[in-house]
Nanobody, 122 residues
């Protein structure tokens, strides 16, 4: 079992920045894919950014390209999400996710964190 623990959420004004962190523990040696998803009230959960181990294949949602950057420290089993130029529409619960598979899935990751709230005010 892999345990994921997020940190770094909070409240910020539009145009500001936040950095989310997620540390994996447990059987984390098996993890290949790590990424971030978000869910706003009344909306479906959506993928934000995903990265394979070793800085391999990377995915960004169109809505965050050029503003968010995902990175990893594989030795620490940690993934980060640097969020710049935040907009009110970025307000959501952000979830860290991880998966063992060779090819990162679109949505059905095997392991999920509890989530950290990001609130962006206009």
């Amino acid at each position: 079992q892999v345990h994921l623990e997020e940190s770094g959420g909070g409240s910020v004004q539009a145009g500001g920045s936040l950095r989310l962190s997620c540390a994996a523990s447990g059987y984390s040696y098996s993890v290949n894919c790590m990424g971030w998803f978000r869910q706003a009230p009344g909306k479906e959960r959506e993928g934000v950014a995903v990265m394979a181990a070793g800085g391999g294949s990377t995915y960004y949602a169109d809505s965050v390209k050029g503003r968010f950057t995902i990175s990893r420290e594989d030795a620490k089993n940690t993934v980060y999400l640097q969020m710049n130029s935040l907009k009110p529409e970025d307000t959501a619960m952000y979830y860290c996710a991880a998966d063992d598979r060779e090819f990162c899935p679109a949505a059905d990751f095997g392991y999920w964190g509890q989530g950290t709230q990001v609130t962006v005010s206009a």
